[in-house]
């Protein structure tokens, strides 16, 4: 696998970021960012007052780990921020679904000219169809959360759990941003997968890469629909093709 493509990958999301400056789209970014704004500001109060506590509950004073503590608090630490960040993600996202499948179809609009086929462009209409799939998405990312998280508590196994965390998540992000511009050509959750899985390791750096953006501050507000952008962007320029296969 050329490094090159997974560079890009990773780099989609900020590329996406670009994007929604482009005349024409900014109006259909304001309702994402909104909600954005007013999800991870929830999220940075809550990380505050629990941080201290996941850190002890991962490293507690009379574990064998905490000799060691310097190699493995980084390593927790990512993983409280990926859970906290992406547990307020979902919720943003099915709150903000309707308006993200409109700004996908806008945003391949600027990049290829025409909009998606059969696409309403109308908020009600778009409410049911996208609100659904994103309750399908939660369901799929529970199912293999849990025995993750369960991992997570078995003493001597919760580092293991923890890295299986990180890709877990990388992966989701993907599945949850390609679901928009995807979505719009009807493709079922199903066929979105067959499709990512093969390419995993772009998946997984396309999710870095939006998780990346979640985790910087102020830019966090613009992630989710600059990943939104980005996986329109990336599934105009690799995938579609195949996708309409």
């Given amino acids: 696998m050329p490094a090159t493509s997974l560079f890009?990958?990773?780099?989609?999301?900020?590329?996406?970021?670009?994007?929604?400056?482009?005349?024409g789209l900014r109006r259909y970014v304001f309702a994402p960012l909104l909600i954005n704004i007013l999800i991870?500001?929830?999220?940075?109060?809550?990380?505050?007052?629990?941080?201290e506590e996941f850190i002890n509950w991962a490293l507690p004073p009379d574990s064998w780990m905490r000799y060691l503590e310097w190699l493995l608090w980084p390593l927790f630490a990512l993983t409280y921020l990926v859970i906290a960040f992406y547990s307020f993600t979902l919720v943003a996202n099915?709150?903000?679904?309707?308006?993200?499948?409109?700004?996908?179809a806008q945003v391949e609009k600027a990049l290829t000219g025409k909009?998606?086929?059969?696409?309403?462009?109308?908020?009600?209409?778009?409410?049911?169809?996208?609100?659904?799939?994103?309750?399908?998405?939660?369901?799929?990312?529970?199912?293999?959360?849990?025995p993750v998280l369960i991992l997570m508590i078995i003493p001597g196994l919760n580092a293991v759990g923890s890295v299986l965390w990180l890709l877990l998540g990388f992966w989701f992000?993907?599945?949850?941003?390609?679901?928009?511009?995807?979505?719009n050509y009807h493709l079922r959750p199903a066929e979105q997968r067959r499709i990512l899985?093969?390419?995993?390791?772009?998946?997984?750096?396309f999710?870095?890469?939006?998780?990346?953006?979640?985790?910087?501050?102020?830019?966090?507000?613009?992630?989710?629909?600059?990943?939104?952008a980005g996986a329109t962007l990336w599934w105009v320029k690799s995938m579609q093709g195949q996708g309409k296969a």
């Fill in 40 to 51: 991870f500001g929830l999220t940075a109060w809550i990380g505050v007052i629990y941080f």
């Fill in 115 to 146: 909009l998606p086929e059969d696409h309403s462009g109308s908020v009600m209409a778009e409410i049911i169809p996208a609100i659904t799939g994103e309750l399908g998405k939660i369901w799929y990312f529970a199912l293999r959360a849990v």
């Fill in 8 to 23: 890009s990958s990773f780099l989609m999301p900020l590329h996406g970021l670009v994007l929604l400056f482009r005349a």
């Fill in 197 to 205: 899985r093969q390419r995993p390791f772009q998946t997984w750096a």
């Fill in 94 to 104: 099915l709150i903000a679904s309707p308006f993200n499948s409109i700004l996908a």
């Fill in 207 to 228: 999710g870095a890469g939006a998780n990346l953006l979640m985790m910087i501050p102020l830019v966090n507000f613009a992630a989710m629909p600059a990943s939104v």
């Fill in 173 to 183: 992000l993907s599945i949850e941003y390609v679901d928009y511009p995807m979505g």
